[in-house]
């Protein structure tokens, strides 16, 4: 959802008097005003890089022109899910070794403690893959495994947050406001990013997983979700379609004469653009969240009709974000589970009380619908330009709390995958200790996991900047590398 | 942040590097090749390693500032390059891809490394006096912390005499002069009043102003215009919202929980009372620094400091001591950027890691100022003078007084009825024969009885007896009598349950009583009223139930998280109306000694007993009414100061675990050669002292800071840009003055006028550089296309709140009262943590002004939202203005802007009926302050008479000539 502006320049400043001023059709115009302003702003002469922001470029060729990011918020645990350990089986019930009064975030743990569910090889690779994902686990041979992955902090919402936009702090732009902000929209009639939440609610820290942060609001996500239609997008009941378009025409009429006032100021046709755009998003909206129209195999490959409603609520929306990344939506950012409840692990992957019943409600809720998503982006052939990611804020600890049968949270080792455009299928990359307690060598971070993501979406995550408050600002903090052992 | 400029190659670019490399082999030190270490080696190691390894920083426990920890680590071996360990880690890495170090950025040439390898060969000559460090791009000599210059006034050639009379006009046209430039004409008197009053109050003009206005043609109209809206009200209420942003005022502590602070509005109040008495900025500073201290007799003193507390906070609670230790780090950390940007315009907050990358401003500095606000606790406390209290104590002590003699009473009645209960105990006792409840899981067995309902009446949780709800059960089972039996309960079999349960707004079923009969443990219904029913599929013969709160024994057996029924009874049902008991509690030994207590005071009590307890009771209910209608004292969200003892030390990298020297309080060392704090000023001075001293720095006339920015934020209000366009920000990443003498000259009016704002208000608006029009030239636009040298007077996008609050004011809707509590425009939830859920319907107890809304942090609100007020996660010195559908999809669509049409054109209608040519035109002067031209009116009358007045009314408040100031 973006209005695309004309610029000249890759340089913050520049991309910004524009984007404000707008000079849409009047180049040289632009040019010479843009000499002027360099003067007051910090580098004269920044007009340098080819690169334009909002203009469908990037700095290299790109391997994937589209993401879609599946969220499983409240901590989903690495060693239950997605990382054997084989060593944590046999020492069940002893003491973490060498952290034997180990004291984290909700308290004191007791002894290790085994995964309840038992882990066997899957696909050609034959990785070890936990029992309690059995439709996900025919997709392994697709995935990159982020074994090491660390979080800098232990709390759900800046966990969240930390994930999405690179900071534990709120108020900075997600992933995907970055991702529409370096390239505008590729579709005029439905937003660039689409944030999808569960149906139990938002995840921790609510919005601001998908919010612009100081990015221009334009870049913010749209919610939407197949029991959440997009706020305000239908025509109120009472006007009569006829007079929507009376009204229209003369709104039309009022700011042609008032633009034409004032040639100078490309935000008025830009804003009478923004009008045609949310009409044309009042068609084609509702057109995407038709979910009926699709044959009764696809609903039986996602389950949207299973008796259990959380799992036929998350199937529709998977169902909902394959429809979006169709249609040209570049960043999907699909919740899979909500906030932290009254009741510990009972809304989320939060598991403090009792592992084994907790994740033996969330996981069926999860696993067919995503692996029939991928099924469905493979078959369609979306997969081969299309990056997928799991994440979430961060691991569980290899112990139980004292006096329960759940894990506390561990923000020093967790996993997360990729898979699709420009990814090696069928890798793992990193591991955690043998107990799954921390990261080892090498470990990655939130930081070259987007660092990763931006290169396959063909930019330098050092070069992808907006200043604000002081400092040019980044995906990637002023960290970040690489993880070349993924990619294809 | 990296240097901006750094280009980090792409990857495969790194690659065939890292390729190259590989195959480089290491070629004889050529003769005559000197390498000097100031020349060759110092930079070379400034600019690629010294930012994680310096002694403030330490990473791996190496700095390189001095030879010291090279030689003696071992990393450089003189003369021996081959076992130097630097050129290791320096070098390819083992696979040939990225070497070891430097771990972020670009890795080092070839030649770099060449050049390193003969250093060590040559000795590893490091000059005792060379040490390293990161250099900022800007230093003391930069440009804002220079002195306030006194230039003399401009006087440039052809300056128009309208112009040349004012000082900010000289100013404007030299340089508009100096680029070949020339001002627009005066803006005529319509433009100019919907321009002042929009930019002073927030509102757009009365047609009755604007009509008087024209009017006036008294050559002091405009002056009167301008004294008359700085005087009202409304102003502050403007202004005030402009601060708020500046200082990233919100309501909601963000982060995980995010839960509402409903009593920091009286800052908001505070803020608006101050900018409408005109306080002296300098004040205003001190107050909100160290209010607490200036105003321990004047709570509207003291509400200042919640400046220090109005930010984002963690208030998660960690139990683990390095994350607890970051995150209050973290929080003190959000005062100390707050401080610096809305005050000074500096970016200290990058001085947490190590130095300023960009500006001088040492990590000393920043620790200096941590321990300064060491002491600041997010929170609130009672905000009365030492008289308000006394007041307030001599009306509630003698109740207090009658409460405690009550209670004693009724505690010494109870003692004497237990007493006598316990010496007949063993009687009452022989009937409690079964074991306790048990949250493992409840026993009850029965003769076989055909039954459809079963119902569990619950009369104390198994932690009180008097409380009949917030109990929780995992599981309810109800067992066939047949063989094998079967749980007729379940959800999966047709049965459904029902119970009141603790709602979660945004998701209904989140503890609903569904839960205690879906065949699994670990969810478990909250109970929020005594009863749960079970309906069966069909009537069935049952004998036994069996319920828990933890059937997995996953918590310890009283642990406060599995709280389970005490006192119950069981009944059953075959048609829903006739009940018929089959078992109770009665019989149970009771689950606590409270419980025991209770029991056997209610055997024992005699009717006269009965009686006088109620009595009692009924006399405390009165006395505890009569307590609560005494107003409290005020209790606002202001802060709590306490401890924040010494010693500081500068934390290295910024890891609280980390400490580096010792940190005394201070102000900026680049600025203190023209302002130094008070000699007396330590760690070991009261904490206040040590906040207060700063606040009289921050203010002293010797910093030119606070007057500059201050003077800037004003021209950034009234003329959409700052002369510095980055009005927190005066460093090296900031922008520069477009006029930097005039600025200067604004400053040292600040000054002048002793701190106070209309004053220079009022020289701003009377300037003919304000009063011009807005009129576009293509000639003038190829020069300097955004005005930045006013050529004409930059139009711009109304705020969100000025859009809303216009719409509400010209459909005659606007709730004028100022003052108290917000309003809000969403649903609040909150269960553990909380959520936001934007209204749809906005009721009239939402129609005041938009500064009284209750904003929270990541909070999303229709109009507001849409229209960029922003976040206030971070402070909000400059707003954006930015274009979206979803703003169109709001304007066309919501209720609230279709209420508005429908008010305004009722307005209309009324003032000017509701057909013809005098609607339209009374249409169009509230809404753009001006009459229809002749296209216009009859598009107007054609629509109006097809859809009505309320179509014109929604096209015109969806216009955009109504969001636009000129």
């Known amino acids: ?488 | 942040m990296t240097c901006r400029r750094r280009f980090c190659g792409a990857v495969y670019a790194l690659l065939i590097l890292g390729y190259i490399a590989c195959t480089w082999s290491p070629r004889a030190h050529a003769a005559g090749d000197e390498v000097d270490f100031a020349r060759d080696i110092g930079p070379l190691l400034e600019q690629h390693c010294i930012r994680c390894h310096q002694p403030q920083n330490r990473k791996g426990d190496l700095s390189l500032a001095t030879a010291d920890d090279v030689t003696e680590l071992g990393f450089v071996v003189p003369g021996l390059p081959d076992q130097s360990y630097l050129l290791d880690v320096v070098g390819p890495g083992a696979d040939g891809g990225r070497p070891q170090m430097p771990k972020e950025g670009t890795p080092l040439t070839d030649a770099a490394r060449q050049k390193l390898r003969s250093w060590i060969a040559a000795g590893a000559t490091w000059p005792s006096d060379s040490v390293l460090r990161e250099r900022s791009k800007a230093d003391a000599r930069w440009w804002s912390l220079q002195p306030l210059a006194a230039g003399p006034l401009p006087d440039p050639a052809g300056i128009p005499e309208a112009w040349r009379g004012q000082a900010i006009d000289r100013f404007v046209y030299a340089r508009l002069a100096e680029n070949g430039l020339t001002p627009n004409p005066p803006a005529d008197r319509a433009t100019l009043i919907r321009r002042v009053s929009l930019d002073l109050t927030g509102l757009p003009p009365s047609p009755a102003d604007v009509e008087s206005f024209l009017a006036d043609d008294s050559p002091t109209a405009y002056e009167a215009l301008v004294d008359r809206l700085l005087a009202s009200p409304h102003y502050g209420e403007q202004w005030g919202r402009h601060w708020l942003d500046v200082v990233r005022f919100g309501e909601s502590n963000g982060y995980e929980r995010n839960v509402l602070i409903n009593n920091a509005w009286p800052f908001r109040d505070y803020v608006i009372r101050s900018f409408n008495e005109d306080k002296p900025f300098d004040q205003l500073v001190l107050e909100h620094l160290a209010g607490d201290v200036l105003g321990a007799e004047d709570a509207q003193v003291a509400v200042g400091t919640t400046f220090l507390v109005c930010g984002p906070y963690d208030n998660v609670g960690n139990q683990d001591a390095v994350q607890a230790a970051v995150i209050r780090a973290t929080t003190i950390d959000e005062v100390i950027r707050a401080t610096g940007e809305a005050f000074l315009g500096i970016t200290i907050g990058c001085a947490r890691c190590h130095d300023h990358k960009f500006d001088p401003i040492l990590q000393k500095d920043y620790y200096g100022w941590y321990s300064t606000f060491a002491g600041v606790h997010h929170g609130d406390r009672i905000v009365a003078s030492p008289k308000q209290q006394a007041d307030h104590a001599a009306r509630v002590t003698p109740l207090r007084e009658a409460q405690e003699r009550l209670g004693r009473e009724r505690n010494e009645l109870d003692a004497q009825i237990a007493q006598r209960a316990e010496a007949k105990a063993e009687e009452y006792t022989a009937v409690w024969t079964r074991p306790p409840v048990d949250r493992y899981g409840t026993e009850e067995t029965f003769a076989a009885s055909e039954a459809r309902y079963v119902r569990l009446t619950v009369q104390g949780t198994d932690t009180n007896p008097h409380l009949n709800s917030g109990f929780r059960i995992d599981e309810f089972e109800v067992w066939s009598a047949e063989s094998p039996p079967r749980n007729v309960a379940l959800a999966s079999l047709g049965a459904r349950a029902e119970g009141a349960s603790r709602r979660a707004g945004d998701f209904t079923d989140a503890y609903g009583p569904q839960l205690t009969i879906d065949g699994r443990f670990g969810a478990e219904w909250l109970a929020a009223g005594p009863q749960l029913t079970i309906t069966l599929a069909e009537p069935a013969k049952i004998a036994r139930v069996y319920f828990s709160s933890d059937r997995p024994r996953a918590l310890p057996p009283r642990h406060d998280k599995t709280t389970f029924v005490g006192d119950y009874r069981l009944e059953v049902s075959l048609d829903g109306t006739t009940w018929t008991e089959m078992a109770s509690s009665r019989d149970r030994k009771p689950p606590s000694d409270l419980h025991r207590r209770q029991r056997l005071l209610s055997a024992e009590m005699t009717e006269t007993e009965g009686q006088r307890l109620a009595e009692l009771d009924q006399q405390l209910a009165q006395v505890n009414a009569e307590l609560a209608a005494i107003a409290p004292l005020p209790v606002w969200w202001v802060g709590q100061y306490s401890g924040g003892e010494g010693p500081f030390h500068v934390f290295l990298g910024g890891d609280p675990q980390r400490k580096g020297d010792v940190a005394q309080p201070t102000g900026l060392q680049a600025v203190t050669r023209l302002a130094a704090l008070p000699e007396k000023i330590s760690a070991e001075a009261p904490e206040h002292e040590r906040r207060l001293a700063l606040a009289r720095w921050i203010v002293a006339p010797q910093n030119p800071l606070t007057a500059r920015v201050l003077a800037n934020r004003l021209w950034h209000y009234h003329f959409g840009t700052g002369i510095v366009d980055t009005p927190s920000d005066f460093g090296y990443m900031g922008g520069r003055p477009t006029h930097p003498e005039l600025l200067d000259w604004l400053a040292a009016q600040v000054h002048e006028h002793d701190w106070r704002l209309k004053p220079l208000h009022k020289m701003l608006l009377m300037s003919q550089s304000y009063r011009q029009a807005s009129t576009f030239r293509q000639d003038a636009a190829l020069k300097d296309a955004d005005a930045r040298l006013l050529w004409r007077y930059p139009p711009r996008r109304m705020s969100a709140e000025q859009i809303r609050d216009s719409m509400l004011s010209v459909a005659g809707q606007l709730d004028t009262r100022m003052g108290g509590p917000g309003f809000r425009l969403y649903q609040y939830l909150e269960d553990n943590v909380a959520t936001y859920v934007p209204l749809d319907e906005h009721g009239p107890e939402t129609f005041r002004r938009a500064v009284y809304h209750q904003n929270a942090r990541a909070s999303r609100v229709d109009v507001l939202s849409d229209f960029d007020c922003p976040d206030p996660a971070f402070a909000a010195p400059r707003r954006a203005a930015t274009t979206t559908p979803l703003q169109a999809l709001t304007l066309m669509n919501h209720p609230f802007v279709l209420h508005m049409a429908e008010a305004l054109a009722a307005r209309v209608a009324r003032e000017a009926g509701e057909s013809g040519a005098q609607p339209v035109g009374r249409a169009f002067q509230l809404t753009l302050a001006r009459e229809p031209d002749a296209t216009e009116r009859s598009a107007a009358e054609s629509l109006v008479q097809q859809h009505g007045l309320t179509a014109l009314c929604r096209a015109l408040l969806n216009c955009n000539e109504f969001i636009y100031l000129k």
């Open chain 1, 1 to 488: 959802m973006s209005i695309e502006l004309p610029s000249s320049s890759s340089d913050r400043a520049a991309y910004e008097i524009l984007s404000r001023r707008g000079f849409l059709g009047n180049v040289y115009t632009a040019l010479a005003g843009i000499g002027l302003a360099h003067l007051f702003s910090r580098d004269a002469g920044a007009a340098e890089a080819a690169w334009r922001a909002g203009a469908a470029q990037t700095h290299f060729p790109a391997k994937a022109q589209r993401v879609l990011q599946v969220f499983c918020p409240g901590a989903a645990s690495h060693m239950d899910l997605w990382e054997h350990k084989p060593e944590l089986e046999k020492m069940d019930g002893q003491p973490l070794p060498g952290e034997e009064n180990l004291v984290s975030f909700q308290g004191q743990n007791g002894n290790l403690m085994r995964s309840p569910w038992p882990f066997q090889p899957a696909g050609q690779s034959g990785k070890m893959f936990s029992t309690l994902l059995p439709h996900l686990a025919a997709h392994v041979d697709d995935m990159a495994f982020l074994h090491s992955m660390t979080s800098k902090t232990n709390t759900h919402g800046p966990g969240c947050v930390f994930m999405n936009t690179g900071h534990p702090t709120e108020g900075f732009p997600s992933a995907g406001a970055w991702l529409s902000y370096a390239l505008g929209s590729a579709n005029e009639n439905l937003p660039t990013y689409v944030a999808i939440p569960d149906i139990r609610g938002e995840p921790p820290n609510g919005k601001a997983n998908w919010s612009n942060g100081f990015l221009p609001s334009r870049h913010q996500a749209i919610m939407m979700a197949a029991h959440q239609p997009i706020r305000n997008l239908r025509r109120p009941g009472i006007i009569s379609a006829d007079q929507e378009q009376a009204t229209r025409e003369f709104l039309s009429l009022l700011n042609e004469r008032h633009a034409a006032s004032d040639p100078g100021n490309t935000d008025l046709p830009a804003r009478m653009a923004a009008y045609d755009l949310a009409a044309r998003m009042q068609m084609s909206a509702p057109e995407v969240m038709a979910l009926e129209t699709e044959p009764a195999s696809v609903h039986r490959l996602y389950g949207t009709d299973d008796a259990n409603p959380l799992k036929a609520a998350y199937a529709r929306n998977c169902l909902l974000a394959r429809r979006l990344l169709e249609r040209g939506v570049r960043y999907v950012n699909l919740y899979c589970a909500s906030r932290a409840s009254g009741v510990d692990g009972l809304l989320n992957w939060d598991a403090h009380k009792t592992l084994k019943p907790d994740y033996e409600r969330h996981a069926p809720v999860f696993d067919q619908p995503t692996a029939a998503l991928l099924t469905d982006l493979k078959q369609q052939g979306l997969l081969d330009d299309t990056l997928v990611l799991w994440t979430t804020e961060f691991g569980r600890m290899p112990t139980h709390q004292v006096g329960t049968t759940g894990r506390d949270h561990n923000p020093d080792g967790f996993t997360c995958w990729m898979m699709g455009a420009g990814i090696r299928g069928g890798v793992c990359h990193g591991a955690t200790d043998p107990f799954g307690r921390r990261a080892v060598d090498p470990v990655t971070t939130i930081w070259d996991f987007y660092a990763t993501v931006l290169h396959l979406l063909g930019f330098d995550h050092t070069r992808l900047t907006w200043y604000h408050n002081g400092l040019d600002r980044r995906l990637t903090d002023v960290h970040g590398a690489l993880i070349p052992a993924i990619l294809a």
